[in-house]
């Protein structure tokens, strides 16, 4: 079993590139690494947060000026490509990346931050305060999704 502890690990912005290292064995296994390149992944609104454990970039995620339709905030971000190398998972880094980001986008003055998330990760969200709202939907070749936000 794997300790960490917060002495362990630090978060700072990164490169839509650099993602790459973790999104693909995490959300892209088995696919080209040009999978791993998401829509908007460059715009200037978007920014890319790494978790660097013991050094080496170990968790990921993405944030883009984004509205749902499902929501009428006015300030909304979307949260994309949230990933922690398989052997960290369940060790809280997932939920530093979040707090970190929520931080950051509160001091953006955004109100609302939402994602698609997968069924998997639907309790990762819960318990990081995001609620479910509208209707699952299946996105081919990942699976079932659920739209989640929380207000910030
Ligand atoms: C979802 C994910 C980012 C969460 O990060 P994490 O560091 O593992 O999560 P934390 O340790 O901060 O939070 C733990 C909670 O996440 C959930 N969780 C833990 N391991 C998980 C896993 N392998 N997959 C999905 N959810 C997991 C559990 O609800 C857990 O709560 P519990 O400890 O009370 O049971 C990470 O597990 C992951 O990369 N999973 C695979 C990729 C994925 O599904 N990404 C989300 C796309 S929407």
């Known amino acids: ?3 960490t502890s917060k002495e362990d690990f630090f978060i700072k912005i990164i490169t839509a590139q650099e993602t ?3 999104r693909h064995p995490v ?3 088995g696919r080209p690494i040009e999978d ?3 829509d908007k992944d460059e715009l200037d609104t978007t920014f ?3 978790l660097f454990h013991k050094n080496k970039l170990s968790g990921v995620v993405t944030y883009l000026k984004n509205g749902s339709p499902l929501l009428s905030n006015t300030s909304q971000y979307q949260l994309r ?3 922690v ?3 960290l998972q369940g060790h809280n880094l997932g939920t530093a990346l979040t707090k970190h980001g929520e931080t950051i986008l509160r001091n953006l003055k955004a109100d609302a ?3 698609n998330a997968r069924e998997i990760a639907v309790p990762f969200y819960k318990k990081n305060g995001f609620e479910i709202i509208g209707e699952p939907f299946h996105i081919p070749k990942i699976g079932l999704h659920f739209t989640m936000y929380k207000l910030l």
């Open 81 to 83: 490509g949230m990933a």
């Open 20 to 22: 790459h290292a973790v």
């Open 1 to 3: 079993m794997i300790q």
């Open 113 to 115: 931050v939402w994602c």
């Open 85 to 87: 190398l398989e052997d």
């Open 36 to 38: 791993c390149i998401f």
């Open 27 to 29: 959300l892209r296994s």
């Open 48 to 50: 890319h947060l790494g």
